[in-house]
């Protein structure tokens, strides 16, 4: 059963920086397309950042492109999210996904609970 753990929310004021990490058990990680989602209040969930996990290709939402990082460490069977340039807009609930399919799929398998960030004036 795959398991996803997100950690690293928090607290940051606008303009900082902020990591998040989202660790898989229960399966290959190497064999999962990973993605970040969030979910503001009163909004629907949007996609964040995506990276196959066949050739290490990345997507980024329009809104974060240039700010937000995907990184995986295989090693750890980790996915990061590394945030910087934070905006108010940034709040959110930052949720971790998974899937088998070599490409971005059009619904995630696997998701995990998520975390909260808050981006502070």
């Known amino acids: 059963q795959v398991q996803l753990v997100e950690s690293g929310g928090g607290l940051v004021q606008a303009g900082g920086s902020l990591r998040l990490s989202c660790a898989l058990s229960?399966?290959?990680?190497?064999?999962?397309?990973m993605g970040w989602f969030r979910q503001a209040p009163g909004k629907e969930r949007e996609f964040v950042a995506i990276m196959s996990w066949t050739d290490g290709s990345t997507y980024y939402s329009g809104s974060v492109q240039g700010r937000f990082t995907i990184f995986r460490d295989n090693t750890q069977d980790t996915v990061d999210l590394w945030m910087s340039s934070l905006k108010l807009e940034d709040t959110a609930v930052y949720f971790c996904?998974?899937?088998?399919?070599?490409?971005?799929?059009?619904?995630?398998?696997?998701w995990g609970q998520g975390t909260q960030v808050t981006v502070s004036p």
């Open positions: 229960g399966s290959t990680f190497t064999r999962y397309t």
């Open positions: 996904a998974a899937d088998r399919s070599p490409r971005p799929p059009q619904v995630f398998s696997y």
